[in-house]
């Protein structure tokens, strides 16, 4: 079986900005893909699941994107013609807005084993559909919409690798429509089903007259196929565009953000009473004369030497024109000289762009692999705007490689942020670690207490059997806070009586932990304390057991202080002297309890 993997231009950072994305699922529908062992989904299937959550994500983070779902080898028929008559094809969902109303259809499909065989008898006994027909018919759904499409894909889901033998009629008629696809800047994306899957065979030959086309790798499951789904739908925009100076040559790069925290989505002020957004204005008064100040008679100040010094907006950005706006390479570092400590901030990736000056890949590539050879990493200073500080930053160089997800991580330079030498702090070691006071020579001197060997190699025991085999990785682990509240928004809008619960994979499991660490905590407890030494332990109590066992309620009461106490410390005392009925009452009524039982005024 030929090997295949994604396309080389998988790694090619995708130039298209903002704008509108219209998505077709062109789905394999033939007996094939109803194929599957008992206890997994069908390919088919899985492929349905995926455009459901497509949709789901498609209607909270890009609501005016347009998807449609086309079947192919298939005799299922809807009673809709708008396209025309293509053999064998199925206009599953037309090409709309992801809304609520289709997202329950297609789960009533998943769920409904009915439904499910229905497409299953309707699965043509054909040998080779016509694939050249359902790629018309999807150019037709394209060319039909009058709405505004800045990015047109097409996901081709099948598990077919060979549907149209080689120099066939079908072959050939495939291959026009691709390239019609190509002039028509529509982009055509192969997603494999099954272990089987030689792309060899047909469609790598088929997908190579344009750069654009992808062939992935093939997917055994629904995980699999919504990781290389959502990587390739995922838009890489473009942050900043510079240039890259290096003495007297220039070259022009790009920007890239590879992983930034997902943020909750802002919350809009609206008006209540006709529930319409609100929108804010901000005006700036003088203190002294109450009269409105306009932008130009703003200033701004700092202290120096105990001196405000005040400098208007044209003095200020005339001081930041002082520097060049772009990159500007300084030197040269070894790779071993990045602590890890001098983390300062999430790091960017530089890419070259063309558009800004021809050659810019040529050259960096050179610097790449020069960079890679000799280990050392660029050391310059970057000014992405003209607003924006000057950064010293180091260029980590990165070559062609793949992921554990078979992914082709792209060729360029990781742009490490460093810290100025204000932004180190110095540490008191003293004051971290414990130490004791030393007379030695008529002098005290502190002596920090540090572990001995014995103790260091009990830790590191621990440390090497829970530390993760195959490294961290920040797709591992998803944000619960974040989850927890789209899955209450998709409950809302699709009118679910009951919302997924959400895993929260953040939380350590201590039962794992048990297993892999069994007597290494006994040892290493025992190194640590000396013989005789007890540990200090602490146990898990409530907040009222806690303040009932540390104050003494009858000495508060007669000092007039009951109000300091919770009404739950208040409660247990009551129950303790055998009054019953407290459960329900109030921290005032709780009060004149407690001073009854003492007898107190």
């Known amino acids: 079986m030929a090997e295949h993997s994604d396309s080389e231009n998988e790694d090619v950072i995708d130039e298209r900005l903002n704008g509108r994305d219209a998505t077709v699922f062109l789905v394999d529908a033939s007996a094939s893909m109803f194929e599957g062992l008992e206890e997994t989904d069908s390919p088919f299937l899985l492929a349905l699941k995926c455009v459901h959550h497509f949709l789901c994500n498609k209607i909270l983070s890009a609501d005016k994107d347009s998807v449609a779902v086309v079947l192919y080898g298939t005799d299922f028929k809807v009673n809709d013609e708008k396209y025309g008559i293509y053999s064998h094809t199925c206009v599953m969902r037309d090409l709309l807005p992801p809304n609520a109303e289709s997202i329950l259809q297609i789960e009533n499909l998943i769920l409904n084993q009915a439904n499910l065989d229905g497409y299953k008898t309707a699965a043509t006994k054909q040998a080779t559909p016509s694939l050249a027909d359902a790629l018309w018919l999807c150019s037709s759904i394209f060319s039909n919409q009058k709405s505004k499409q800045d990015n047109r894909y097409i996901y081709l889901v099948t598990n077919n690798d060979e549907p149209h033998p080689n120099f066939s009629d079908h072959q050939k008629q495939a291959s026009r429509r691709v ?6 800047n529509i982009i055509l994306t192969l997603f494999p089903m099954g272990t089987h899957f030689d792309g060899g065979k047909f469609y790598q030959k088929l997908l190579c007259v344009s750069d654009s086309n992808t062939i992935l790798t093939f997917s055994n499951s629904l995980e699999e196929l919504l990781t290389k789904m959502y990587r390739k739908s995922y838009k890489k925009r473009c942050t900043a565009r510079i240039i890259f100076k290096m003495h007297d040559m220039k ?11 997902a943020p909750m989505p802002k919350r809009i002020i609206l008006d209540r009473r006709t529930n319409e957004p609100v929108q804010s204005q901000t005006t700036k008064f003088n203190a002294g004369t109450s009269e409105t100040l306009l932008s130009s008679e703003l200033t701004k100040s700092t202290t120096v030497g105990n001196r405000k010094i005040q400098m208007n ?3 200020l950005r005339s001081i930041k024109d002082g520097f060049f706006t772009g990159l500007t390479l300084l030197g040269f570092k070894p790779i071993k000289s990045l602590k890890l400590h001098l983390y300062l901030s999430p790091a960017s990736f530089i890419y070259p762009d063309e558009n800004l000056i021809k ?4 050259f960096m590539a050179a610097l790449l692999n020069r960079c890679n050879a000799r280990n050392v990493a660029a050391v310059c200073s970057l000014k992405s705007t003209a607003a924006t500080k000057p950064r010293m930053v180091a260029l980590l160089p990165q070559l062609l490689q793949q992921d554990a997800f078979g992914q082709c991580l792209p060729e360029g330079f990781h742009m490490i942020f460093l810290p100025y030498s204000g932004d180190i ?8 670690v414990g130490a004791k006071n030393t007379a030695i020579n008529n002098r005290t001197v502190r002596d920090i207490w540090r572990a001995d060997e014995i103790q260091v190699a009990a830790a590191k025991d621990i440390i ?3 530390t993760m085999k195959n490294g961290f990785s920040p797709e591992l682990f998803e944000n619960p ?7 209450a928004m998709e409950g809302i809008a699709l009118n679910r009586d009951e919302t997924e619960t959400v895993l929260d994979t953040t939380m350590p499991d201590h039962d794992r932990i048990d297993r892999k660490i069994a007597g290494l905590s006994e040892k290493f407890n025992q190194v640590i304390y000396p013989l005789g030494q007890e540990l200090e332990t602490t146990q898990k109590k409530d907040s009222a057991a806690k303040s009932f066992k540390n104050c003494n309620v009858e000495n508060v009461a007669r ?3 009951l109000m300091t106490l919770t009404a739950a410390v208040l409660k247990d005392y009551l129950s303790s002297q055998g009054i019953s009925d407290v459960q329900k009452k109030k921290k005032a009524l709780l009060i004149d309890m407690v001073k009854d039982h003492l007898n107190l005024a």
């Open 313 to 315: 907006s044209k003095e």
């Open 359 to 362: 050659g810019s890949k040529n």
């Open 425 to 432: 702090r110095a540490l008191n070691m003293d004051n971290l």
């Open 559 to 561: 000092h007039g202080n």
């Open 179 to 184: 390239a019609d696809l190509e002039d028509a």
């Open 251 to 261: 070259i022009g790069v790009g920007l890239y953000n590879l992983i930034r925290d």
């Open 481 to 487: 806070a974040l989850h927890t509240m789209w899955k």
């Open 464 to 466: 090497r059997k829970l």
